[in-house]
């Protein structure tokens, strides 16, 4: 089966750097997804890691160490607009079927 | 404009009643899920559909039924078996490409009192 641990909650300040870290044990590798959920709306696409490394999307960046069973989304020059969850992912018995962590909330103040 | 939506964004039911809940997309994905969402947790498979006419049971398919008539719905119904049926309901859909992204509709957020 799979597991996926994340952070509940974090917080930062405006400007700031913060990394929300996923870490994860799953019986065959598909790739990580990263999603961002603002309350009470749909989670949106932020992500997806299938080899190991860093990849950089603008103020996003996501990473993935396979052998770890690690991933770490970074957020750069904080805005208040990024207070969210962020919703780790992978899937599962096959590409279409994903497992979430249970998300990170992130909390941006000024 | 391509998309998913979900119909209503609210939804009040009293208990023992059935209730179904809206999804359509025009985004010519084959893959269709839905999800319930419960305070504090993550998203949990309820049902999904790989093709039109076929759908298998996610996590949690207890006291719900799906039908995937048309490429473009997917419809959820919430039965009366459901113990716990308030919750925010999420939709989504996908290709089956290889980064597997799903898109997701707006959500319903169904109260059962």
């Known amino acids: 089966g799979q597991n996926i641990d994340q952070p509940t909650e974090m917080t930062a300040t405006e400007g700031a750097i913060v990394q929300i870290n996923c870490t994860y044990q799953?019986?065959?590798?598909?790739?990580l997804f990263w999603y961002q959920q603002h309350a009470g709306e749909a989670p949106t696409f932020l992500s997806y890691?299938?080899?190991?490394g860093l990849e950089e999307k603008g103020r996003f960046s996501s990473f993935l160490s396979r052998s770890k069973g690690y991933s770490y989304l970074l957020l750069k020059e904080l805005q208040m607009k990024d207070s969210a969850s962020y919703l780790c992912a992978v899937p599962r018995g096959g590409f279409q079927k994903l497992v979430f962590g249970t998300g990170t909330r992130l909390l941006v103040s000024p | 404009d391509g998309g998913i939506t979900q119909s209503p964004k609210y939804l009040f039911r009293k208990e023992g009643q059935n209730v179904t809940l809206s999804c359509e997309q025009n985004l010519n994905h084959d893959a269709m899920y839905w999800y319930r969402q419960d305070p504090g947790q993550g998203l949990r498979l309820i049902y999904y559909?790989?093709?039109?006419?076929?759908?298998q049971k996610g996590d949690i398919a207890e006291g719900y039924s799906v039908s995937r008539e048309k490429k473009e719905s997917f419809p959820l119904t919430v039965t009366s078996a459901q113990k716990n049926p308030t919750a925010f309901y999420l939709c989504?859909?996908?290709?089956?490409?290889?980064?597997?992204?799903?898109?997701f509709g707006p959500g319903t957020r169904l109260t059962v009192t």
């Open positions: 559909s790989q093709i039109v006419n076929d759908f």
């Open positions: 989504a859909s996908s290709t089956r490409q290889l980064s597997y992204e799903q898109y």
């Open positions: 799953t019986s065959g590798f598909n790739g």
């Open positions: 890691n299938v080899l190991d």
